[in-house]
């Protein structure tokens, strides 16, 4: 069976831009987590969706939004790329939203310039 | 605010050593406790889960333990081979929704 997806693989946009990444989850999962990871750093919890609702968001700034697919796949945006926002955004998906066991995908490079 | 740490930050041993890797939390009202392996450049492969109510969880050369009272687990690797050479990372469960993460052990094992 696949694991988590994400697209693409690297990405490199300009301070300003707005990005949209991409998950599909593991077949029959339902709940699906972004995280943000830069480089030396445990991921950070960016946002949880379970049944097309977010269930949870970190401590991030506006800019940072998601949303969840009737098909369970997920997309995260940011607006006004930073400098800062340069990182490994991972997605991980798990059967439901209570402390189940979470399976990341690969993950996203995104690199602002 | 639930904060973990991973002690040492890096370990270099020889193959076939055994090796304990830590992990300590501060708040010990978690859930479940899950270990990943992640290699360079890449995402992160889920080891390990010990719910709440274990003691240890054990999958091939890997044990891992949970003491909640004492705000620790470890991950102990019996045999070491050089394809363990990754970071490994620790998280807990705060709440239902999310993993808190240590900043990881980058384990390397010499030929």
């Known amino acids: 069976d696949a694991g988590v997806t994400q697209s693409p693989t690297h990405l490199i946009k300009t301070r300003g831009q707005h990005v949209t990444l991409r998950c599909s989850p593991i077949?029959?999962?339902?709940?699906v987590s972004w995280y943000q990871q830069v480089l030396g750093q445990g991921p950070q919890f960016i946002f949880q969706?379970?049944?097309?609702?977010?269930?949870g968001r970190g401590n991030f700034p506006d800019r940072f939004s998601a949303r969840q697919f009737p098909n369970y796949s997920s997309e995260l945006n940011v607006n006004a790329l930073l400098l800062g926002d340069s990182a490994l955004y991972l997605c991980?998906?798990?059967?439901?939203?209570?402390?189940?066991?979470?399976?990341f995908g690969d993950g996203t490079r995104l690199s602002i310039l | 605010k639930q904060e973990v740490t991973q002690i040492p930050a890096a370990l270099s041993v020889p193959e076939g050593e055994n090796l304990v890797l830590n992990c300590s939390f501060t708040?010990?009202?978690?859930?479940?406790l899950q270990w990943f392996r992640q290699d360079p450049g890449k995402g992160l492969t889920s080891l390990l889960l010990i719910q709440s109510s274990q003691r240890e969880q054990t999958s091939g050369r890997l044990n891992a333990s949970l003491d909640k009272s004492s705000g620790r687990s470890t991950l102990y690797i019996a045999a070491s081979q050089p394809g363990d050479s990754a970071t490994y990372l620790c998280?807990?469960?705060?709440?239902?929704?999310?993993?808190?993460f240590g900043q990881g052990t980058r384990l390397t094992i010499n030929p």
């Open positions: 077949s029959g999962h339902k709940s």
């Open positions: 991980a998906s798990s059967l439901r939203a209570d402390y189940q066991p979470q399976h």
């Open positions: 708040d010990s009202a978690i859930y479940n």
């Open positions: 998280a807990v469960f705060q709440g239902a929704q999310k993993l808190v």
């Open positions: 969706y379970y049944e097309k609702e977010e269930r």
